[in-house]
């Protein structure tokens, strides 16, 4: 159940120009694909939470992994070691484990965010991770080390070339998709993600995408985070019904 908790900050690292980690100190309950409402300002105006996706997870501590892009995350990057955090959570269903020995995860920008969890996860479970960490450039890549060291395979891939293979994630993982019975899992564009539920579709793959939106409430009160799903067009909220979703649900496939 979710439920409001003051933590302190243990770190707050700069990752790269935008991308900072906070972890905190204390239990949650949180795992991989879940996140918490962080408050940013307890000042009325602005009254802010973001909704910020696990990074990594154990019993005493919850890392958080995000881009500052706006005011909200301006006032948290000004957080300090030893001060404390109150926040909400953990919220949303988390990712679902494969029954699969082996699993490709796609990630895409910041989209790498809750993957780190993810692959830490599913190799604990004994699982064989191909991992893959796309940016258009290699300036929105981050963390490579802590990426590669999670998996069992790492490949970096950038749309410009300026590091790694040059392309898409999903140009780069779909020959190991092809040939080994694996599970998919991607975080990032929605593009991306559309590309990787249409390949785990071509191979008969088990795939699981993490939904972006805007949030406001995130325990499914405002709808203002609905995406379509089914082939009906279905509304389905990505705060309280996801944020992770088949493949099949958000992107389906005709035939
Ligand atoms: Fe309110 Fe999802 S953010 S329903």
Not at 119 to 136: A, I, N, S
Not at 176 to 203: F, K, N, Q, S
Not at 216 to 223: E, S, T, Y
Request: some cysteine; charged content about 20%.
């Amino acid at each position: 159940m979710p439920k409001k908790m003051t933590l302190q900050i243990d770190s707050h690292e700069q990752m790269s120009d935008k991308i900072r980690r906070l972890v905190l100190k204390g239990q949650t309950g949180a795992g991989p694909g879940q996140f918490v409402q962080v408050e940013v300002s307890a000042a009325q105006d602005p009254y802010l939470h973001r909704p910020i996706s696990v990074h990594s997870c154990g019993p005493e501590h919850l890392s958080l992994l995000y881009r500052v892009a706006g005011r909200g995350t301006a006032f948290l990057a000004e957080k300090k070691s030893g001060e404390t955090l109150r926040l909400f959570g953990p919220l949303g269903n988390g990712f679902t484990l494969t029954r699969r020995s082996s699993a490709v995860v796609l990630a895409g920008g910041i989209g790498a965010a809750p993957l780190l969890a993810l692959t830490q996860w599913l190799r604990q479970e004994g699982k064989q991770v191909f991992f893959y960490f796309g940016g258009k450039t290699k300036d929105e890549l981050f963390l490579e080390d802590e990426f590669r060291h999670a998996a069992n395979e790492f490949m970096i891939t950038t749309d410009d070339g300026t590091a790694g293979f040059q392309g898409f994630v999903t140009q780069a993982a779909e020959p190991v998709i092809a040939a080994h019975d694996v599970a998919v899992y991607a975080c990032g564009p929605e593009p991306m993600l559309r590309e990787a539920a249409r390949l785990a579709h071509t191979y008969r793959r088990e795939c699981y995408v993490s939904m972006e939106a805007r949030m406001a409430c995130g325990v499914g009160a405002c709808l203002g985070c609905v995406v379509p799903t089914g082939r009906d067009g279905a509304y389905k909220r990505v705060c309280a019904d996801g944020p992770v979703f088949t493949g099949e649900e958000v992107f389906p496939h005709e035939g």
